[in-house]
């Protein structure tokens, strides 16, 4: 009994707190007093309360640009849609901070988080990978622009993991047309893979599976072709018996 009333009387706490907060904030809307709304602002992003915060500095954006205020006021602005998940708008803001502040000393930082939002909006391996592609670029243009940047070490860590992420994704493919009977399609696969990411440590699999793929594209053409298409893997692969150390059922 002596707990749930302690619960009731917590719950009260902060029920009458939300209360008072949001009697403050209609109060500071209704305001003219532009000073007091960014204060407020500023205390409620720094409460963490970024919905709120983003609503006042929306209001008070066309107030102050062009004012030194403006920087931190916008800087603030973006990071609310991040701290939002709201990647696509942060990456946005932070693009247009970058544009309005190029000699800012936070420019560094934000130039990485608008490279860093198309990392968050990459998705999972099976979809479209266009903000994958998008994170390399950002990432790997960040990097030759503040190559001493502290920064650079983690730019390059999204690159390799962006990367990764990639190959996987043509690797599926690969596969796919593999195990359908593609085999044509299986081997152009397998060779991008393994000339698209010579470094990985799956290349010499991607150099076996496409010579493979494009045996078999051999022994299923028509007869008449077969010889043909037999000597171009043995050419443009220099296949032998063993490849990568597997055996080659010719």
Request: charged share 25%; net charge positive.
């Amino acid at each position: 009994m002596r707990k749930f009333l302690l619960f009731i009387s917590f719950g009260a706490i902060i029920m009458a707190a939300g209360s008072s907060c949001n009697r403050e904030l209609r109060r500071i809307e209704k305001s003219n007093d532009v000073e007091k709304k960014l204060a407020y602002a500023d205390k409620l992003y720094g409460k963490k309360r970024y919905q709120l915060a983003q609503t006042l500095y929306e209001e008070l954006i066309p107030v102050y640009k062009g004012t030194e205020k403006f920087d931190s006021l916008y800087y603030r602005y973006a990071y609310c849609s991040y701290y939002l998940k709201d990647y696509t708008q942060a990456g946005f803001h932070f693009k247009n901070y970058i544009d309005a502040f190029p000699s800012s000393p936070r420019a560094v930082e934000v130039d990485y988080m608008q490279a860093y939002c198309y990392y968050k909006l990459s998705p999972k391996v099976t979809l479209d990978q266009t903000n994958t592609s998008k994170a390399i670029s950002a990432m790997q243009t960040f990097i030759n622009n503040y190559p001493q940047a502290p920064k650079v070490a983690e730019a390059n860590l999204v690159i390799e993991l962006c990367r990764k992420k990639l190959e996987k994704k043509e690797y599926n493919t690969a596969e796919l047309y593999y195990n359908l009977g593609h085999y044509k399609a299986a081997g152009v696969s397998f060779t991008n893979l393994m000339r698209n990411y010579p470094d990985s440590e799956l290349s010499d699999s991607y150099k076996f599976m496409a010579i493979k793929a494009y045996y078999l594209y051999a022994k299923n053409s028509i007869f008449e072709k077969q010889k043909e298409r037999y000597e171009t893997v043995v050419t443009e692969y220099g296949v032998q018996r063993t490849v990568c150390g597997q055996q080659i059922a010719w």
